[in-house]
């Protein structure tokens, strides 16, 4: 369960399991398109090792840089996710790796476009309940994840006890708290694999102290160990 600040698109491809929105649970199996506005609290749980995801996020600064007013206006206040259901994602893919490659100028346009074409095409929208304990203990975590962090502290932070916290964190998570913690120090360890970190580094950045360990967990959460990932993405 995370949520970020910007603007993330997902186009999925194929890909069986479910959504979580803000406590609403969405089957994947009916998305094509998803887009996340920011501060969206989700979650995903894939099924299965068939499929892919495309993933898109556009900070809110891109957005002022193109001045989209009306659109700017819909998405800054906007309450809402928007599930695209039918196949006709093929322009929004397009847009997406046009944003991705092109320069400051043609990506400008080519966000606005894809921002409209959203709007446009928005088949269905899920109301945003809003949690501001998960948006407050969820912001903590990631602040603090790489270091020492602990139920106590986080229970602490929002001035609950022990025993009240990891209730209430695992009736609107679904999974303990330092069960998310420990995912949260594994996807972090996954970007910074890619961005050229070795094992080593990438588990102790993460929050890793156990080096063993950290290999154990990797393999346990992605099906292969984190030597393995890297010799992989680097073919």
């Known amino acids: 369960m995370h949520y970020h600040s910007s603007l993330e698109i997902n186009i999925c491809h194929d890909v ?14 009916s998305c094509r398109c998803i887009c ?10 894939i099924e299965g090792h068939g499929g892919s995801i495309e993933v898109l996020h556009i900070a809110m600064d891109r957005l002022l840089f193109i001045n989209g007013e009306e659109l700017l ?20 893919s397009r847009l997406m790796q046009e944003i991705a490659t092109a320069s400051d100028l043609k990506r400008g346009s080519a966000i606005f476009s894809l921002v409209g074409l959203l709007s446009q095409k928005s ?9 501001s304990f998960l948006h407050k203990i969820l912001t903590y975590a990631e602040t ?11 229970a602490k932070e929002l001035n609950m006890s022990r025993f009240h916290f990891a ?7 679904g999974s303990t708290f330092m069960e998310y913690i420990q ?3 594994l996807e972090n360890s996954l970007l910074l694999l890619d961005e050229g970190y070795n094992v080593t580094e990438a588990a102790h950045a993460s929050g890793f102290e156990d080096i063993s360990y950290f290999i154990k967990r990797f393999r346990l959460q992605f099906g292969m160990t984190p030597g393995k990932y890297t010799a992989n993405s680097r073919l």
């Open 183 to 185: 995912n949260l120090r």
């Open 73 to 92: 206006g819909r998405l800054s206040h906007a309450n809402t996710s928007v599930i695209l259901e039918d196949q006709g994602t093929s322009e929004i």
């Open 123 to 131: 088949s269905k929208n899920y109301q945003r309940d809003g949690d």
């Open 144 to 154: 603090h994840y790489h270091g020492h962090i602990s139920l106590e502290g986080a």
């Open 36 to 45: 996340l506005f920011p501060n969206v609290l989700h979650s995903y749980q």
């Open 167 to 173: 209730r209430k964190f695992k009736q609107k998570s």
């Open 16 to 29: 069986s399991g479910v959504i979580n929105i803000e406590g609403r649970t969405i089957p994947l199996e």
